[in-house]
Every structure is written in structure tokens, then in C-alpha cells.
Nanobody, 124 residues
Framework: QVELAESGGGLVQAGDSLRLSCGAS????????MGWFRQAPGNEREFVAA????????YYADSVKGRFTISRDNAKNTVYLQMNSLKPEDTAVYYC?????????????????WGQGTQVTVSS
């Protein structure tokens, strides 16, 4: 069992930066690949970024590539999402998720555990 809690969301202006954090409970955090997804009103939850167990491989949605960076600190049981050059279309609730897998990390169905989400709002 893994419990996840996101933090760091807020209201920012276009072009600003935010760093989201996701803390995980349990001693098996390092055995999970971690992902970030987001959901805007009226839209399905979509993949944003993912990172494998040891942090050696990361994946990004095309819409955030070059602007967002995912990282993790297994000693702190935490995964981060650094978001730069934010755009109004990045506005959404951001969720972190944990997957006991190394592949297929862009798919929601690969993830067993989800946090409650944190709101990110980007004004123009």
C-alpha cells in the first residue's frame, strides 16, 4: 500500500514557474515508477510525465516537453514536477501516481495508487 500526497499547487501568471511535490508513505517507494497526470474541467485525465524506479528514465507528454522536469528523491520518498514557462492551458488539477512497473508509464491503467491532486491555475 502506498499513500500519496501532492503539494505545491497555486495561482501563477503565464511564464511563471511552480514546483509540485508528491510525498509517499511506506518503505517501498523506490520500487515504484512515478507519474504525474493532470485533469482540466471537462477533460479526461492526461499523462504529463513519468520517471522509473531509480530515476534513470523519464517520459514527457509533447505538450510539456522542454518546460517540465520530473525528478525523484528516493531517500525522501518524494517525486517532484518542476514546471517552467507555464501557460494558461496548463491549468488543471495535477495528480501523482505510483506504478509497480517499468514500461507503459504513459497510461493511467498502469498506476495502482493515486494522490488527491493539487490545483494549478495559470492566468494569462
Amino acid at each position: 500500500q502506498v499513500e500519496l500526497a501532492e503539494s505545491g499547487g497555486g495561482l501563477v501568471q503565464a511564464g511563471d514557474s511552480l514546483r509540485l511535490s508528491c510525498g509517499a508513505s511506506g518503505r517501498t517507494f523506490s520500487r515504484y515508477s512515478m507519474g504525474w497526470f493532470r485533469q482540466a474541467p471537462g477533460n479526461e485525465r492526461e499523462f504529463v510525465a513519468a520517471i522509473t524506479w531509480g530515476g534513470g528514465t523519464s517520459y514527457y507528454a509533447d505538450s510539456v516537453k522542454g518546460r517540465f522536469t520530473i525528478s525523484r528523491d528516493n531517500a525522501k520518498n518524494t517525486v517532484y514536477l518542476q514546471m517552467n514557462s507555464l501557460k494558461p492551458e496548463d491549468t488543471a488539477v495535477y495528480y501523482c501516481a505510483a506504478a509497480p512497473k517499468l514500461c507503459g508509464l504513459t497510461a493511467r491503467t498502469r498506476y495502482d495508487y493515486w494522490g488527491q491532486g493539487t490545483q494549478v491555475t495559470v492566468s494569462s
